[in-house]
Structure formats: structure tokens, C-alpha cells
């Protein structure tokens, strides 16, 4: 019997250390797809930004620039949405188109802030999506609970931030700016968490979990970028 118990053991072990170590591969290759979205749309933003002939197109034209941000959304939407049903290869080339037209839209950046608040903001960042990161993976918290809080709050900062385009108030988007790192600090967390539900609940389909992968990708991307720019107009204002 005791033989039979290690044997049982072993292979419970055995098991469950194959599981982990599948999750935790498909958990890497979700980053690597969200470090290369992150690193196109860097690019694409520096190159329009040391491009005046492009800057002036785009910054130039109202139509142009809010033309860019239509298509960013009804991407993010179509890929959420089709998700299931999008061929692998499909998806991946939407995430990257997105991430190229994100990167236009973002050149903003390097016009408007030094390179020096770039970096301590990206720094500053990192770090911070790293810790919730790793909150994210190990916590025994169920962040589904927060969901809906979280949902309600990116709807506020939709609504406040529409609101204050008229209402140009500093005070306003200071509350935005805070309000904004809470929920995207709590949406980190619980998109790192749901890469785990992503994993376990694909059990047997890999082409569902490599798609979901692609989406766990852009969710973190979005994470990282919100992140990323609440942080950059936190550092500008106490300047």
C-alpha cells in the first residue's frame, strides 16, 4: 500500500507540476506578444514624432488624428468580440494593427513631455504593473468580485473625461488622473488573474487558448498604456 501511495503521489505531483508549467508557458507567451505590441507602437510613435511631414498630417487634422482613434476602437471591439470565432493569425494581425495605429496616435507624447519624464514615467510604470502583476498571479483573492467596479469606473472616466473637453478644468482632471491609476492598477491584477481562467477553462482547445492568449495580450497592453499616461500627467502636474 505504501508503495502504492508514493506511486499516487508522485503521479498527483507529476501532474500538477505539468500543469503549472504549461500555464506558466502560456502565460509567458501572452507578455511576449504584449512586450511586442508595446515595443511597435514605440517605435511607430517615434517615427511619426521625428517625421515632420507625418506630424503635420496627423496632429494637423482633426479629422485625420479622431479618424485614427474610430479605428483603434472598432479594432479593440471587432477582436474582443469575435474573439472565438477569429482565425489565430487573424487575431494577431489585428493586435499588431492596433498596437501600429495606437503608436501614431501616441507620437503626441514625444512632442509634449522631455525624454527625461518619459523615462522616469515608463520606469515608474514597470514597476508598478510588475508588483500588480505578480499581486495578480498568486493572490487566493477571486478579483471577479471587482469586476463590476471596475467596469463602472471606466465608465466614469469616459463620461468625466467627455465632460471635462468642455468644462477644461484642472481640478477635474486631477480627479481623473487619480481615478484612472486605481482602475487600471485594479484592472492589472485582474487581467493577470484571468489569464489563469483563460488557461484552465481552454482545457483541450488549443486554438481557443492561443486566441485568448492574443486577447489577454491586448488587455495587459491597454493596462500598461493607460497606466503609462495617467503616471506621465501625474509627474507633469507636480511639476
Known sequence: MQNNNYNYGARTFEEEYATIKGMNAFITKVFGWMFIGLLLSAGVAYYVSTNINI??????????FF??????????????????RLKYGTAVSMFLIYAALNGITLSVIFLAYTQQSLVTAF???????????????????????FRSLLFMGLIG???????NIFLRSSGVEWFISILSLFVFLGLTAYDMQSLKAYYFGTEGDMVLRRNLGIIGA??????????????????????
Do not use: H, P, W
Not at 221 to 235: A, E, P, Q, V
Open 157 to 163: 472616466l469616459v463620461i468625466l473625461s467627455i465632460v
Open 55 to 64: 506630424v503635420s498630417i496627423v496632429l494637423g487634422n482633426s479629422f485625420i
Open 67 to 84: 479618424g485614427l482613434m474610430i479605428g483603434e476602437i472598432i479594432l479593440v471591439s471587432v477582436l474582443s468580440a469575435r474573439i472565438t
Open 123 to 145: 520606469a515608474i510604470t514597470a514597476a508598478t504593473f510588475g508588483a500588480m502583476c505578480v499581486y495578480g498571479y498568486f493572490t487566493k483573492v477571486d478579483l471577479t468580485q
Open 218 to 239: 491586448l488587455r495587459l497592453y491597454l493596462d500598461f498604456i493607460n497606466l503609462f499616461l495617467t503616471i506621465l500627467r501625474l509627474s507633469n502636474r507636480r511639476k
